[in-house]
Nanobody, 126 residues
Framework: QVQVVESGGGLVQPGDSLRLSCVVSASGRTVANYATAWFRQLLGKEREFVASINFNGERELYDEAVKDRFTVFRDNAKNSVDLQMNSLKADDTGTYYC?????????????????WGQGTQVTVSS
């Protein structure tokens, strides 16, 4: 059984930074080679793609709205996929979800991912 657990959300002010972490485990063991993505659901909107990273960390994709502010990377020390979010804006407020799959064909498409976390709330407000 595969589990996806996100952490790191919280309340920050505009311009602040926040780092989200996602740990994928299967049968109690951490998995570090699944294609992994971050999606978010902003208030009143559908879930949207934020960023993704392939199984070995060599390919990253970003939505245009975040590509100059967010960075997705594998933290080998923690066996996690982290999302470093800088220069946060009020428009970034929402629930952030981590998703993973053994092999992804379309990194930006939610149905490409089999395993999803419960989400972590990010609120950017002054």
């Amino acid at each position: 059984q595969v589990q996806v657990v996100e952490s790191g959300g919280g309340l920050v002010q505009p311009g602040d930074s926040l780092r989200l972490s996602c740990v994928v485990s299967a049968s109690g063991r951490t998995v570090a080679n699944y294609a992994t993505a971050w999606f978010r659901q902003l208030l009143g909107k559908e879930r949207e793609f934020v960023a993704s990273i392939n199984f070995n960390g060599e390919r990253e994709l970003y939505d245009e709205a975040v590509k100059d502010r967010f960075t997705v990377f594998r933290d080998n020390a923690k066996n996690s996929v982290d999302l470093q979010m800088n220069s946060l804006k009020a428009d970034d407020t929402g629930t952030y979800y981590c998703a993973a799959v053994e092999f992804a064909s379309n990194f930006e498409d939610p149905p490409s991912y089999r395993y999803w976390g419960q989400g972590t709330q990010v609120t950017v407000s002054s």
